[in-house]
């Protein structure tokens, strides 16, 4: 029905007239007589001179873009960290799986006995030398042995004698004391408890950078045979765990329980004790009865010592709990 004015009504249901405003558009349009649509409305839209139909208005946009930044930011802090894959080139041994797996380095307190309690306490424990590419090579001490100091005749510091050379022997437990034999191999050894008593450490099974090891031990060794080391030849002996160690003169006088490029560590806990065997020690001449006193320890059925003694290993069969417990004593 006609209205004042002469208007028609709209009928229900009759679509509303929308005005359409196009930005003016300084390029020319790639279809000359067609208007440009605005590059943030997307196709087919319908476009009001507010905002695209359908489309949050720029302020809610804004304030729900800032909410989900913030909760991705509380996810990335609640999220652990994740861990830094091992440097190239690291090798990991099957006891240490990652860094944050390495027990804590062993401190002061544990050098701060008697040579004999120290050499056997050894026993078991990991030696870790990191080289200066960050390289970290690990081994556990399979044998050692103690030197008893100013009344061990076979000691350096026999008859309490002080020189420059085994001046760490006589420094605060926990010193190294390095000396080189025969003009070009180095032995690795460290103060206890006493002045100039000391411990040698004589062999380690090789827990961590064994290829590392071989290519440093086939480099540094004087023999002109070129066939690779077996892992057991790497570290059994006293040179040539510092062959495998890259362990010289540089190292003497060091603190054990300081040093950032070599230190000990607390290894694998076991369910029982290995058992321990106390026999001679290796090349002592000219010591007298000092030659046969049982002053080196290793670990029983461990093919890393550098030395077996059958006739000790047979003594130490009837006393086995004594000899894991380290309750042997020495007769002086």
Known sequence: MPTRGGSARPGRGSLKPVSVTLLPDTEQSPFPGRARRPENVRAGSLMTGYHEVGQTPAPLSRKTGQKKQRLADSERQQTPKERLPPTPGLQRSIYFSNPEDHPARLGPEFFDQPAVTLARAFLGQVLVRRLADGTELRGCIVET????????????????????????????????????????????????????????????????????????????????????????????????????????????????????AVWLERGPLESSSPAVVAAARIG????????????????????????????AEQMCQPQQTACSAGLLTVQK
């Open 284 to 311: 002592i001449g000219h010591a007298g009865e000092w030659t046969q006193k049982p002053l080196r320890f290793y670990i029983q059925g461990s093919p890393w010592v550098s030395v077996v003694d059958r006739v």
């Open 145 to 260: 042995e103690a030197y008893l100091g100013p009344e061990d005749e076979a000691a350096h510091s026999r008859g309490g004698r002080q020189t420059a050379r085994n001046r760490g022997m006589f420094m605060k437990p926990g010193t190294l004391y390095v000396y080189i034999i025969y003009g070009m191999y180095f032995c690795l050894n460290v103060s206890s408890q006493g002045d100039g008593a000391c411990v040698l450490l004589r062999a380690l099974e090789p827990l961590e950078g064994l290829e590392t090891m071989r290519q440093l031990r086939n480099s540094l060794r004087k023999s002109t045979v070129s066939r690779s080391l077996k892992d057991r030849e790497l570290c059994s002996g006293p040179s040539k765990l510092c062959q495998a160690l890259a362990i010289d003169k540089s190292f003497d006088q060091r603190d054990l329980a300081q040093d950032e």
